[in-house]
């Protein structure tokens, strides 16, 4: 009997008249990879809150990279250990096939080790910023104002306009709030923590849903997949749930050797999976329609089915009501808004349509998965369903293209090539566990040796890993020149972590190791804040309508209307609240000024923030000019880069 994770049958000697001994339980390999991450994670952050290093220094951008190294090598060593005491000890082996057999236990602790070091990496590149990835630049900004207003309130709101539902999902901003509520310390300071601890534990959700469908080499190869195909560290909630959604459609909708998901708990993973990202759910959703139908057909028992897929819809629903309940009431009782989010063109549209032909490894891979899928869409569990979601999820991108080009929007189309990308590529790792050993012996001529797939496993690994460490450390140019890392290796769009170390402090001043380059301008969020406290108090919170939304993600103060039109909440109703902001703006008189700024549409406007510019002061193309505020109702401040703060005082 071999250590290749055979169960080995342990018994207890019999003896008369006596109850045999009761085992105590030991740690399976759910218990092992969560574990071993939880503890690998905060030993990872403490090693880099004690190194505190430069992550643009040679030294601090090269630690990550030798503490992976060092870690690989601990990890093997202490592999190879147990397989010596697994083959010569047959207590060790008892306690191992207890844990679930020696791969069990190895690849399980893999994962985690695996995803703590994803952790390092990470918290290493924000080391000495307090923001996260990219900063406050675009949809992150909206993030952090998200997980200030949960930190504020754990009710549904939005993340600038005041009084409205969330337009998205909530779970992963309440976390996050909720985090900075119990550290006592400013949301916006959290979000970054958020987003290392998060996308590390990607990894380990990746592979313990996996291990519930294939074995545990395969699982931890499709785990290491995902962060090949789209580990964005920004948006660790979409990262997350890229992960669940094809393990839990297959374990959903068809029939895996160990069973199906129970219908309560299939539709707890998919509430979740609604309440932190749906739009992977919406993609794939052709796709999910049909496996559901097929299911359906399959079951033989149609009463049963349908009460059983019902089941998981209401559960998913009640999962994740408290996202749900306020935007669908909201909906129905006050109309549908004015959807623009989507009129966004991104580049992505006319990228990536066929990700599996560039010639890279990952795009082998996923190759190598379409390949499978079609050669065993009959013939093996996983292929036809996989098959049928990349499918689906195409005719969501070409619904999306059609509507366009129609309407100009895109139903967010562009998006499902990750999708397609994580699909393909676990179908490329199934593949080449169902077909490699075969086609190895076939072409040596040889039985192919017990340790190849374990050794592929660690070279996929380390590529990855590597690779990773390339993308997530930043590159930009230091103004400490000791040994600085050369800039230019990828577009800032792109640096990340340089964006994080950019980011003005509300205050002014950068992050300690910001460089030279400051890409982008300071916005006085805490000088206007002061201004307005000293004027209404330090509990206010104005309605204020600020020509820069950094000022909602240090702040959870309501906003009239964000300057970002295409990242707008469908309810704001954003052409509307423009139009009469234009309308404002062409009042003449600075007392009807005041009377009509204070009872708008939409509300009034307590605060206004704007840009000096051209001799108007400015939000967005709406020009208002200094005469309207020349009332007893406003007090006028001038602060730096060119930022007026109007007042409402009266």
């Known amino acids: 009997m071999t250590e290749t994770g055979m169960r080995r049958q ?24 969560l574990t071993t991450w939880l503890l690998g994670t905060a030993a990872a952050l403490t090693l880099v809150a004690w190194a505190d290093s430069n992550p643009f220094h040679m030294n601090g951008h090269l630690a990550p990279l030798g503490a992976g190294g060092l870690l690989a090598l601990g990890a093997a060593t202490a592999a190879a250990v147990l397989a010596t005491l697994n083959t010569r000890y047959p207590k060790v082996a008892a306690v191992v096939d207890r844990m679930g057999g020696y791969r069990e236990v190895v690849c399980a602790a893999g994962a985690g080790l695996f995803a703590s070091w994803m952790a390092l990496l990470l918290a290493a590149a924000l080391n000495g910023t307090p923001h996260g990835f990219a900063g406050l630049v675009g949809d992150m900004g909206r993030m952090v104002a998200l997980t200030t207003k949960m930190a504020d309130s754990p009710w549904s709101a939005d993340g600038i306009v005041g009084g409205l539902p969330s337009e998205y999902p909530l779970l992963y901003p309440l976390l996050a709030g909720g985090a900075a509520n119990l550290l006592g310390e400013p949301a916006w300071t959290i979000v970054g923590r958020a987003e290392v601890i998060a996308t590390s534990l990607s990894m380990v959700i990746t592979y313990l849903m996996w291990r519930r469908l294939v074995s545990p080499i395969a699982a931890l190869a499709i785990a290491a997949s995902l962060l090949a195909v789209f580990g964005d560290p920004r948006k660790p909630y979409e990262v997350v749930t890229l992960a669940m959604l094809v393990p839990w459609a297959l374990a959903t909708f068809c029939d895996p050797p160990r069973g199906r998901y129970r219908w309560w708990a299939a539709g707890i993973v998919g509430g979740l999976m609604v309440a932190t990202y749906q739009g992977f759910l919406m993609y794939a959703a052709p796709g999910l329609a049909v496996l559901l139908v097929l299911a359906v057909r399959r079951g033989g028992d149609l009463k049963a089915a349908l009460l059983r897929y019902a089941g998981v819809a209401a559960v998913a629903f009640a999962v994740a009501s408290f996202y749900l309940v306020p935007y669908l009431w909201r909906t129905l009782t006050q109309g549908g808004g004015q959807r623009v989010s989507d009129l966004y063109v991104a580049n992505a549209l006319t990228e990536n349509w066929l990700p599996f032909t560039e010639i890279t490894p990952i795009g082998l891979l996923e190759l190598t998965g379409l390949a499978g899928l079609v050669l065993f869409s009959g013939t093996v569990w996983w292929a036809r369903p996989m098959l049928v979601i990349v499918i689906g999820t195409y005719v969501y991108r070409l619904v999306g293209l059609v509507s366009f080009l129609t309407s100009g929007h895109t139903m967010f189309s562009h998006y499902t090539v990750k999708v ?67 800039g230019g290796q990828r577009t800032l769009g792109t640096d990340y972590a340089t964006l994080a170390h950019s980011e003005p402090l509300p205050f002014g001043g950068l992050p300690r190791f910001a460089p030279e380059t400051r890409f982008r301008g300071y916005f006085p969020a805490g000088p206007v804040v002061e201004e307005v406290r000293a004027r209404l108090g330090k509990d206010a919170r104005p309605t204020t309508l600020s020509y820069d939304e950094r000022l909602f993600s240090y702040y959870p103060w309501p906003g009239y209307v964000p300057p970002d039109r295409m990242a707008t909440n469908t309810l704001a109703r954003w052409d509307d609240r423009e139009a009469e902001l234009r309308r404002l703006a062409a009042v003449d008189d600075p007392q009807e000024f005041a009377r009509r700024s204070e009872a708008t549409r939409f509300g009034r406007i307590d605060v206004f923030v704007l840009k000096n510019q051209d001799g108007a002061w400015r939000f967005r193309e709406v020009a208002f000019r200094p005469e309207q505020f020349r009332s007893s109702a406003f007090d006028v401040v001038h602060l730096a880069n060119a930022t007026v703060v109007a007042i409402r005082i009266s």
Do not use: D, K
Not at 423 to 448: K, N
């Open 10 to 33: 342990v018994t207890e000697p019999e003896s008369s008249g006596t109850r045999p001994r009761r085992r105590a339980p030991l740690p399976g390999p759910v218990t092992i990879a």
């Open 420 to 486: 397609v990308g994580v699909t393909l590529a676990a179908a490329g790792v199934l593949t080449l566990m169902e077909v490699g050993p075969r086609l190895v012996a076939f072409v040596s001529r040889h039985a192919v040796p017990r340790r190849v797939g374990a050794a592929a496993l660690v070279v996929f690994l380390l590529w990855t890993g590597y690779r990773y460490w390339e993308w997530a450390m930043p590159t930009g140019e230091q103004r400490n020149t000791a040994a600085p890392i050369a």
